[in-house]
Every structure is written in structure tokens, then in C-alpha cells.
């Protein structure tokens, strides 16, 4: 016996409409944030005004100011969604597993690695072919077995992030090793790990930092100094700050991979405490998991506040789109520390019920106002997949969605679709009427939305 899982609804086909010009015919400044183990009942707009434990106010604003996409789907964990976002691929034809970065075959020299294959074309690539400036921050976890498979060999000018599929939050070790890096224009990773330099791709002074002064202080609270999450916001912090806003030639494409809200649990002392009702409340609260996630999801939350500010300082704000998605649903499977809560949706990350693969998303920024007032606070329901978003930027870019180079190697093309048309009201409905999630589970839409399982 198999299963299939039909999650959702009919068909539509719409015709590619005439892209509309941004702002006075200048290119957006592009920012996404993909948040990683992000449960749907997390995320304030899907709870009513008010609730006490969850805490979005700047996300929240965001949707209020935006459109939220109500039928948003993304793989049912990390590297699949994440090598999907980075190269327009549905999973299907990118990756579909969670292999250790590192790993490799070396018979197969373009697919034997972990996450994308080598020859596929990074987004970042294509943005920097339309003139932008291109910067990753956060968790990765889209292969790192080859220079190629890097941030950096994907067209990314800087990165600041980690490889693996997570690390420790005070020490940045995994599995033994130290995983964090810092990838500039410079970066040439020549050389063995002893004659590395800051430049040369690996973090030193920014990693391993839970020692010294902080030593013994760190577990599952500890000083926001030496919060890796911290980091990341400093980070992308002087990456808008540092921008010239008055160059409209190279507006910025920032991809901010949070490595909120994934394990293990960590937070800072001051956030964690703001929720200590949560380990008090009468429900009862299992090793303070329920207030330490919902703390990390309220911390994630400041550093989008402080991302919207610094933008709004800088002069950037009238002229950037938002889009925020995240990697997979929240787990809340049996073993799980985390205690994410999709309610109503069905199922948690690892599965491909509602509540694995059907994740918070919506889009905003200053000139969403511009270009489609009528949109704002609007919902969305038409279906829309992470990897969508490679062929949206390209047609923001200027820039054609096909990959050469991926088609010199036989590899499969960009499933992704233009949804900025959509988005816009330009058409009515989304380009995307269907997602083909794994083997055994199949996404269908109309505008109703409603949900039927069929067991074969």
C-alpha cells in the first residue's frame, strides 16, 4: 500500500502578464528572510490579539502591512527547501534528503555531493548578473563539499553563516568541529585550515566564543554577547548600513537564513525571562522547552524589527521588498525538544501533512504600497512554493530564469514560476496550481482550499 496525500484543490492557468516597472524604473532592494523550524500557531498573525506566549510584533506589522501567503508550501525539512530556494528547483529535482553537508561520491563529479548539485546556478548569480550586490547570512545547509557548493561559489559576495544542518548557539560546534564562516569578496579558500586568514573563509575571533569571561555561563540561556543568532544580526546590520543607497545601479539582494527557530533550545538570559509565566502557567512546561522556543521565535522577531529600521535609516525602505518564508513546519513530533505548535494544521516537520510542508510566509516592504496598495493586508490563497522565488527575482532582476549552465550538464531546469504578477494584482490568480512535494504526496488548489487525504 501507498500513500498519497492531495492537500488542497483545482487547477487554474494563468498567462504571464507584463511585469510592472518598480519603483521609477529603478530595481528593488530585495531582502528574504527564510526562518528555520518555524511552527504555524508560533507566528502572532495566526494567533489572536493579545495571546501572551507568542510575541511578533514586528512580523506581525509586516503582514498588516503586506500579503500574507495563506497556501505556501516549502519540503518537510531543511536542505531540500533550502537547496530549492537557491537554485529554483522543486526538491524533486534538486535534493530531497538530509545528508551531512560534506558528503560526496567521486564517481558522479556534478551530483555526488550533498544539497545542489555542483553545476546548477545559484539565484545569487543571477542577481549579480542583474547588478546587485548579494549577501548571505545564517544557516546554509546547501552543500560545502566543493568551493563551488559554497555561499561564495553560488554568487554570494560575502556570507557570514554555517554549513550544517544546525550547531550550538554559544559554541557554533557540531559533530567535533567549529562550524562557522565568514566568506568575503576575498575569500579564495586557499590553502590548508593552519594558513586560513579571516579573509579565507573560516570565522576566526567570531566563533568558539563561549570561553574566557563567558566560560561556564552558557547552556540553554546564556549572554546575548556570544549568541550566534547575535551575531548574524550585527552582521546583516552592516550589511544595510554599509550599503549605498544612492547608487540605484546596485540595489542589495540580502538572503537571511535565520538559524532561529531550529535546535538545540538556546536563547538569551533577558529574552528567555520575558516568558517566564510560560514555565509557571498551570499547563506546566517540560524542562522550560515551551518558553525557550517561544522566546527564540520573540528574538527572531527583534532582529526583523532592527533589519525594517536600519533599512528605514538608511533610506532603503521606500524601494525594498520583503519576502519571508519558512524552511519547513515546526516540529512537534514525539522526541522533539523543541514543542513548535502548528495548530489547526495537521502534522508537524518530517511529514507531509499540512502542518510539515504548508509554512508561515508573506511578503512586505515599503514598496509593496507603491506598486499594489490594493494588496496590502490582503491574504493570498493561491498556492506559491519556496522555489518560486528564483524565477520572481530574476524577473525583478531583468535577468533570464534559464540556467545554462545547468543545461550544459544535463541537469533538470528551474521549476520555479514568476509569482510578481500575482503578487502585484496584476492576474487573479497564482501561476502555480500544483506542487509535487516527494513521491506518494501531491499539492492541488482552487481557491478554496480545503483539504481531502486519499489512501491508496
Known sequence: TSMIAVLGVACVSVTTARLLTPAAGTKPHIVMHLADDFGWANAGWHRQDGYAEVRTPRMNQLVKDGIELDQAYSFKFCSPTRSSLQSGRLPVHVNMVN?????????????????????????????????????????????????????HGRGYDTSFGYFHHDNDYWTEGISGFVDLYNETETTTWAGPAPMFKPTDGAAYGLNGSCTGEWAGQCGMTGPEEVYEEYKFKVRVLDIINGHDATNPDRPLFLCYTSHIVHEP??????????????????????????QTYQAMVNYMDGVVGDMVDALQANGMWENTLWFHQSDNGGPSFTGSSHTANNYPLK??????????????AFVSGGLLKTLAPQRIGTKLEGITHVCDWYATWCALAGVSVEDERGKAAGLPPVDGVNLYPYLI???????RTEVFCEPGCACHGDQRHQMEVVWE
Open 347 to 360: 502534522g508537524s516537520k518530517m511529514t507531509d501533512w499540512q502542518g510539515g510542508i504548508r509554512v508561515n
Open 99 to 151: 545528508l551531512a553537508p560534506d558528503v560526496w561520491n567521486p564517481d558522479d563529479p556534478v551530483s555526488g555531493f550533498a544539497a545542489i548539485p555542483r553545476n546548477m546556478t545559484g539565484i545569487a548569480t543571477k542577481m549579480k548578473e542583474g547588478g546587485y550586490a548579494t549577501h548571505q547570512v545564517g544557516k546554509w545547509d546547501a552543500g560545502m563539499a566543493t568551493v563551488d557548493h559554497t555561499p
Open 265 to 290: 533550545l538556546e536563547v538569551p538570559n533577558a529574552t528567555f525571562h520575558q516568558f517566564d509565566f510560560i514555565g509557571t502557567s498551570a499547563v506546566g512546561d517540560y524542562e522550560h522547552h515551551r
Open 425 to 431: 494584482g496584476q492576474v487573479d490568480e497564482s501561476p
